[in-house]
């Protein structure tokens, strides 16, 4: 299960911005975790290894198993992607 202290260990002081792959989503990382205290909510970013974009999704504190998280960045990068896609093509 996902937790804060899994978040947190994530994210340590001396590793900075490590980075974890996203399952299912080639050159895409998630960035370490962030939450926030009085929402208990997770605001997450995912970055892409080619060139840094940056997409965030911020999720309830109820969505905290890594299969979960996993696919609901699956689904926000999909969308991102069919979205710079269209724009490429004049929409």
Not at 74 to 86: G, K, M, Q, S, Y
């Amino acid at each position: 299960m996902f937790s804060a202290d899994d978040a947190e260990s994530r994210a340590t002081a001396d590793e900075g911005q490590r980075t974890i792959p996203v399952p299912g989503a080639d050159g895409w990382s998630f960035m370490p975790f962030e939450r926030n205290d009085e929402t208990r909510e997770h605001h997450i970013t995912l970055v892409r290894d080619a060139d840094g974009e940056t997409v965030e999704m911020t999720l309830p504190s109820f969505v905290e198993r890594g299969d979960e998280l996993d696919q609901m960045a699956v689904l926000v990068i999909r969308a991102r992607e069919r979205r710079r896609d269209l724009k490429g093509l004049g929409a």
